[in-house]
């Protein structure tokens, strides 16, 4: 377990980074999107999948990786029909018009998973001054599969702890729901610290 004051450090860090992000979705679809829950956890990254959303199967996944100062992953995830739900109102269609992903609307749910996660990179490299490279947007309905492709090694084969930050949003009038994640290796814990402590004044 962290200490507190690194606990509260990190928090902070990802709350900035994370509303920026929610901001935009807002902005986007032109309905208040509202931060529910977070947390951050130490985790063996096998458990990911069933974290990132346990109570549906069909969990989809839109994620970024990025590598630079800090080398990580941003994913979205939230059940297909939420998605869907989502690319609905940005399409001006009647909510549940789109039963199905398919490749009429799979770019729609890739271009709305790069301008989130665009945001959530613009925000980090405003905090850290810095630029980060990042690949275009993926989408996965395996997260059993697509945490192979994170760029954190053999996942199945070696041990390997991710420092996860995890946010739960909400779409205020619409049964619309997700989860976004920063997850990267345990050992760039510090470094990260390091990053926000030049850059963020906390009253501690």
Do not use: H
């Not at 990190?10 to 900035?16: D, G, H, M, P």
């Not at 990132?52 to 979205?76: A, F, H, K, R, W």
């Not at 269609?93 to 613009?122: C, M, P, Q």
């Amino acid at each position: 377990m962290l200490p507190t004051y690194k606990t509260q450090l990190l928090n902070t860090f990802w709350l900035r980074c994370v509303n920026e992000a929610l901001d935009a979705l807002s902005k986007m679809i032109r309905k208040n999107v509202k931060l529910t829950n977070s947390s951050l956890k130490i985790e063996l990254i096998n458990n990911m999948p069933r974290l990132m959303n346990p109570q549906e199967i069909d969990t989809t996944l839109v994620y970024t990786i990025l590598s630079g100062q800090l080398n990580c992953v941003i994913i979205i995830t939230s059940p297909l029909k939420y998605f869907l739900r989502l690319i609905d109102i940005l399409l001006n269609k009647k909510i549940d018009y789109y039963e199905a992903l398919n490749e009429e609307n799979k770019s729609s749910v890739l271009e709305l998973g790069n301008i989130i996660n665009g945001y959530f990179v613009s925000s980090l490299n405003s905090l850290f001054n810095t630029r980060f490279k990042y690949e275009p947007s993926e989408i996965s309905v395996n997260p059993y599969r697509a945490i192979e492709d994170f760029n954190f090694g053999d996942v199945y084969k070696k041990k390997i702890y991710v420092l996860s930050l995890n946010s739960d949003f909400k779409v205020e009038t619409e049964n619309i729901e997700g989860k976004i994640f920063l997850l990267t290796e345990e050992n760039n814990i510090d470094a990260i610290l390091d990053m926000i402590s030049k850059k963020v004044v906390l009253n501690l």
